[in-house]
């Protein structure tokens, strides 16, 4: 699988460990992070991946911050991206399984050196599940070719509070 990776200053150490455990796991990776702990703008980064992603140039993308919030904030401004920061293993496969994510944001304080390998295996392994879960992600592909979101009349509630 072609994968591209991102990190800003803060995930410089987490993306030195991470590629050669892609590469061994038969994964071509594009590196597109910065090479040095200079502070750079995770948006730049972020967008680089998600653009990749996007165009199809690369089937994942995995971003690497001090807290992966960021990263997936930028990454999901571009059309077919669906990015997600994960924590731990669990995140990282309910979001394939029932999400179809397509770039992993990771946060460089939060993760062990162990967790972050397992978690990107499962992360990479993991297929979408499909079935009731597809049906709404289309809905997600659907509000991403509006221009505003109009909430549906069926179902909502009149009371504020929800």
């Known amino acids: 699988m072609r994968v591209a990776v991102g990190n800003d200053h803060r995930g410089l150490q987490v993306k030195a460990r991470l590629l050669p455990f892609l590469r061994q796991m038969g994964h071509e990776v594009i590196?597109?992070?910065?090479?040095?702990?200079?502070?750079?703008?995770?948006?730049?980064?972020?967008?680089?991946v998600a653009t990749l992603v996007s165009q199809g140039d690369a089937e994942r993308g995995i971003l690497i911050c001090g807290t992966g919030i960021g990263m997936a904030i930028t990454a999901n401004k571009f059309a077919g991206v669906r990015?997600?920061?994960?924590?731990?293993?669990?995140?990282?496969?309910?979001?394939?399984?029932?999400?179809?994510?397509?770039?992993?944001c990771l946060s460089s304080h939060l993760l062990g050196e162990r967790n972050i390998d397992?978690?990107?295996?499962?992360?990479?392994?993991?297929?979408?599940?499909?079935?009731?879960?597809?049906?709404?992600?289309?809905?997600?592909?659907?509000l991403e070719r509006r221009r505003a979101f109009e909430p549906p009349r069926e179902g909502r509630s009149s009371d504020p509070a929800g």
């Open 31 to 48: 590196d597109v992070g910065t090479l040095d702990t200079q502070a750079v703008d995770y948006p730049d980064i972020a967008a680089h």
């Open 83 to 104: 990015a997600a920061t994960c924590h731990d293993e669990f995140d990282a496969e309910m979001c394939r399984r029932h999400n179809d994510v397509n770039v992993l």
């Open 118 to 142: 397992n978690l990107v295996a499962l992360w990479l392994s993991t297929e979408f599940e499909g079935g009731r879960h597809a049906r709404r992600v289309e809905k997600i592909i659907a």
